[in-house]
């Protein structure tokens, strides 16, 4: 009804496994612009959809990857390509709402008039709009309290060619298939015409403190498919390696980051 009336939709669909601590975070966030928000629950063990339950716009929605226990990224991909569009249980965008978001709890799409932008995409017939992609940075997780955002707490961060895809879409005019991982060779077809500019920031707030990425290093190590271990997709959750990597990169991007937010 609301489109009816050339009021302009957003539904936000939010990817989500055992991120109480950030949760709350992102919710506020996609609550002052979404419509509708959908959190994907890859089955949390821990207060995720307690926390999700308390916010009246969220929709929780589970999902599993072959069993309960694992994370699949081909899955994962095609369920972040067509949830939008799934109109066996009404959470579809198409035909509903002017723009979909599709993100990780630890992503964040952002600019001042998020809403002002998204506008005046919609009246030049944007229908993907581009994205400078941060990795956020801070030294410690920021202590959550209601009505303090976590754009206005950490402001710092590195620019990252890894964070510009395509997770803002135009439902009724774009399609898009995302890859596995959901960074580099996501794709939109359909009406794309992408925005001039890339006015929107997609702000990535994984390296909140070396404790806090290092237990979700460890937490999500263990849940990689058989088929992401033989494809080697997600290595990065679960090689030692990259553990180390992790750790010496978040030492690096503290010292090098700047400031991302006014």
């Not at 063990?45 to 339950?53: G, M």
């Not at 964040?108 to 919609?122: A, C, M, N, Q, S």
Request: charged share 30%; hydrophobic share 30%; net charge negative.
């Amino acid at each position: 009804a609301k489109k009816e009336r050339g009021i302009m939709i957003i539904y936000t669909y939010i990817f989500c496994w055992n991120e109480e601590k950030i949760l709350p975070f992102t919710l506020d966030h996609y609550e002052q612009f979404s419509d509708r928000i959908f959190l994907l629950d890859n089955y949390s063990t821990d207060k995720s959809v307690e926390i999700a339950r308390k916010y009246d716009k969220v929709t929780v929605i589970p999902f599993s990857c072959q069993d309960e226990d694992t994370y699949d990224e081909f899955e994962s991909a095609n369920l972040r390509s067509t949830i939008y569009k799934d109109e066996t249980y009404g959470f579809n965008a198409t035909g509903k709402a002017d723009w979909a978001i599709l993100v990780d709890a630890d992503e964040f799409v952002y600019h001042p008039d998020i809403e002002g932008i998204l506008k005046g995409y919609t009246e030049q017939g944007v229908g993907v709009p581009r994205l400078a992609g941060y990795n956020m940075y801070s030294k410690e997780f920021p202590k959550y309290k209601k009505g303090e955002l976590l754009t206005q707490k950490v402001k710092q961060g590195q620019e990252a060619l890894t964070e510009c895809k395509p997770v803002i879409i135009s439902p009724d005019k774009v399609d898009v298939k995302f890859s596995v991982g959901a960074h580099f060779h996501s794709k939109a077809t359909g009406q794309v015409l992408p925005s001039v500019n890339s006015d929107i920031k997609l702000l990535h707030y994984k390296n909140l403190g070396k404790e806090y990425i290092t237990e979700r290093y460890n937490q999500l190590s263990t849940r990689s498919s058989c088929t992401n271990k033989e494809n080697q997709f997600g290595e990065h959750w679960y090689s030692k390696r990259c553990h180390k990597g992790m750790r010496e990169g978040f030492d690096d991007g503290i010292k090098d980051c700047k400031k991302i937010i006014e």
